[in-house]
């Protein structure tokens, strides 16, 4: 490899633009390397490409490899790649290369991350696809894909019961899956959902457990934002108990997303990291160096202030936000709450969040109604 990188990128000094002939200058050298019987991996193709080019220009290459490739687990693991990193329109190209249920899987959620797709709707679409995998039905990949959208939108549908007895069978299809990379990517992903589930049943030290096993060197370099995932998560676990372990891990979650350099293709993700640090802060009574970038804290914040101005606008800032989703979270009663000094109300947004199956953040209205 080390030749081989060498070789490529005396080439590439001596081409005069470089980004127009990169895709002909890799399809020579990989043929002169790989045998013609063989095809090279994906993540040698990956880590090849590292090397040479910025990733401006890498996604033309992975569509290029792809084009050229006619083993479908590698388009599978550069899907998954793809989509592991943020790069949401590879994921579409990728998947209108590679037309399959696996492909309409990831589609499914795109449009889940873009909220043009309803929880129910979610679930109602993978149950109908479970009728028309035909051949892929045998595809481990397939499969534990499968579950693990149908896990996704039982999170979203607060059908927790469920969770676990779909997590378990996820868990045993996927030591069927040969590629390392999907199948270990498909393993955290399923921990992710479990240490979600966790939390919100309020078995924190079961959450706890899966987020620090993720949380290694090993997982900052493959999965970085699964890692800064559980860096979010263990902000979250500790918020009501211990303020300076919450803060700890928030601001770690929030320097290790700067590191990884990808806020552009994660600005809601990085817009929730703020929001969190600052609930952490609001819900245990620091205003200092604040975000104030989401509208619901800032709104939290207001209802804590003391005058009446900062509570009216608390107010106003609540009802925008009914109006834009139709209506209040349990969080955003019990700002209301607050901004109002009206325990029935909190008393409500109690009952809310144990509508939902949420046995952790109740503890928010509790603080205010012990």
Known sequence: MGNFVQKMNQERTQQEDPALQC???????IHEYVPENQSMHFHHFLSMSCLLFDTDHQSSFIIDYCLNNKNDEAVREAIEWAANNGLYELVSSLAELYPSCFSDLYLLCLKKKNAEISPVQLYNELEKMKFRL??????????VLVKIMSLYSFLSLHSYGLILPVAAEAFNEAEFIKNSYIKESYMIRI??????YYTKQSHLQDAISIAQETINLENFRKFPFFVNSMLHL?????VYDDYNKSIYYIEKAIEHFKEIGSSERFLDYEHALYATHDFI?????????LYLTDKAEKAHYLARQPDAFSKERALYLLEEIAKENGKLSPFHLCYKALALGDLRLMKFAETEFLKNGELFHVRLPRRYLT
């Open 191 to 196: 921990k992710e959902i479990m240490a979600i």
């Open 234 to 238: 263990l902000a979250e676990i500790y």
């Open 281 to 289: 802060k609001i819900t245990n009574g620091m205003h200092q160096n």
């Open 134 to 143: 035909g051949k892929e039905a045998e595809v481990p990949e397939v499969l």
């Open 23 to 29: 895709t002909q200058m890799l399809d020579k050298q």
